[in-house]
C-alpha cells in the first residue's frame, strides 16, 4: 500500500480558489481585487511572524 500525499494545497491555489469563488458569485472586480490585496496582505503578515 502506498502512502497518500497529505499536504493541503499551498497558499496561491487557496487564494486562486477564493477569488474564483468570488467571481463566480457575482463579485464587482473592484471588490475582487480589495479581496485579492486583502488576502496577499494578510498572507504577508503571517509569513513575517513566523520569522
Known sequence: MTATNTRRPSWPYVVL????LAIQSGWQPVEVRNLAVVLLVLI???????K
Open 17 to 20: 480558489a477564493v477569488l474564483a
Open 44 to 50: 504577508a503578515v503571517i509569513y513575517t511572524s513566523r
